[in-house]
């Protein structure tokens, strides 16, 4: 199956090669991945998770930790002054959702919180590093730098003679 392997390599490199020139086209934006419902748990260098973010334009704001799982506190929290959150928490329930989004509401002074940017993702392969690793990219990259706004649907009416 040595083929197969090599056409899913080929067509995963060619997402990230579209991301990269997609998201290349918009401002950087510094973003903190947390896994974790209280903010404490984030991504720093050196995993899968900071080469999406390199993919997507986006500076990790926990990349100067030097540690690729490293735990903060809320001061640390608030020196990295991310401009967006993605917190992971795959199959999260009610019971989880609920706790996290009151942890970023009692931190208004971040500018992601201020600029309402704190995402959170349930996808069940959020902190997998498998083959739906594009997907998470291309859904992380729709959350920092969204799509141009759409076409307009009406066509402009014709000129009168």
């Known amino acids: 199956e040595q083929e197969e392997g090599r056409v899913a390599v080929r067509k995963l490199r060619e997402r ?5 020139r997609e998201c290349s086209a918009h ?23 900071n080469d999406i973010l390199k993919i997507i334009n986006a500076p990790n704001a926990a990349a100067s930790l030097g540690k690729a799982y490293p735990s903060i506190d809320r001061e640390k929290l608030a020196s990295l002054a991310p401009q967006a959150v993605i917190v992971l928490l795959p199959e999260a329930r009610a019971q989880t959702l609920e706790p996290a989004r009151r942890f970023w509401a009692s931190v208004p002074e971040l500018p ?8 959170i993702m349930t996808e069940g392969y959020a902190l997998v590093p498998g083959p739906r690793v594009a997907d998470l990219a291309e859904k992380m990259a729709d959350l920092l730098h969204p799509p141009a706004a759409a076409a307009p649907t009406t066509k402009p009416k014709p000129k009168q003679p």
Request: hydrophobic share 35%; net charge positive; glycine share 8%.
């Open 27 to 49: 401002p950087p934006v510094s973003t903190l991945i947390v896994r974790d419902e209280n903010g404490r748990d984030v991504i720093g260098p050196g995993n899968f998770l």
């Open 112 to 119: 992601a919180v201020k600029n309402n940017r704190v995402y």
């Open 16 to 20: 990230f090669d579209r991301l990269r």
